[in-house]
């Protein structure tokens, strides 16, 4: 099981976090559910816990946790672009877009051009068995119960696509796409389904640095962001809530060192603290 695994490797750390906490990059196997693997992490950590995007149970790869304090900076990673691999049974659709769904209608293969061409700024119906909420109701449970509603559709961006494998029926495909894509949706958008899913990166975070027996620090889960050094002055301000001079476009992580005190916002005069850590 995902969560004893958790535990009994975490018991191995040289070094416990401190209540800051931080980023732990993790490998979810398929079976458990994203939540399951937070609850592992709390209780082998002691601190809370909370994840930065999720992922179905039937999908495997990279999963950011967040500990302690630092689950503060959740909001700042959920928009990241994510790369998966996935494979495709193409010519069959299903009702949840995977293989946990009852089989539709037969499609036409998709050849290798049609692949191709969804590339770019697309639109694709959110899938019945996702966690949107529809008229206030996760949409996985209408599905569950064989409500039938009408799926929003989601503008989402596939920055790049490649076929790795055309074996018609099957086609695997390396992804690299826009925060909110639901890979499903582009596998019934080929006439397909996805019958595996692999997330392998999430913005800077790749699946080859996962541990989920290290923690880094939280000035490493967002060395996206621009940097803004402090002066001790400086950290006394931002630390109790007080802004600084200075102009920066969206958020910026403001440092005093290795240290994260905050992530601050320009009002287009001062820095003012965002969310504050120290």
Do not use: W
């Not at 051009?113 to 697309?122: D, T």
């Not at 996702?130 to 039938?148: D, F, M």
């Not at 002066?231 to 992580?253: H, K, Q, S």
Request: a positive charge; hydrophobic letters at 40%.
């Amino acid at each position: 099981m995902c969560g004893s695994r958790i535990v009994s490797e975490a018991a191995r750390l040289s070094a416990e976090p401190g209540t800051e906490g931080g980023l732990v990059l993790v490998d979810k196997p398929v079976g458990p559910s994203s939540f399951a693997v937070v609850k592992s992490l709390r209780a082998a950590y002691g601190l809370k816990a909370g994840h930065a995007g999720t992922l179905d149970p039937f999908a495997s790869g990279l999963l950011l946790v967040l500990l302690g304090r630092a689950t503060r900076l959740a909001r700042y990673l959920v928009g990241l672009d994510k790369r998966y691999e996935t494979e495709i049974r193409l010519g069959s659709r299903t009702t949840t877009g995977d293989l946990e769904g009852d089989e539709l209608e037969g499609t036409e293969i998709a050849t290798r051009k049609q692949i191709e061409a969804l590339r770019g700024p697309v639109e694709l119906p959110v899938p019945a068995a996702s966690a949107v909420k529809i008229a206030g109701e996760r949409a996985y449970r209408l599905h569950r119960r064989g409500v039938a509603v009408e799926m929003p559709l989601r503008l989402s961006t596939i920055h790049s696509l490649e076929i790795v494998r055309y074996e018609p029926p099957r086609a695997v495909l390396a992804l690299h796409v826009s925060s909110g894509t639901y890979v499903r949706a582009i596998a019934d958008a080929l006439g397909g389904h996805c019958v595996a899913l692999r997330r392998t990166g999430v913005g800077p975070f790749s699946i080859d640095a996962a541990s989920e027996t290290r923690v880094l620090p939280p000035l490493t889960a967002v060395s996206f962001l621009p940097r803004r050094d402090l002066d001790a002055e400086e950290r006394r301000l931002i630390a109790t809530g007080r802004e600084i001079e200075g102009v920066a476009e969206g958020p910026v992580a403001l440092t005093l060192g290795p240290e994260l005190v905050a992530i601050g916002r320009s009002n287009g005069k001062a820095i003012r603290p965002e969310t504050v850590l120290a």
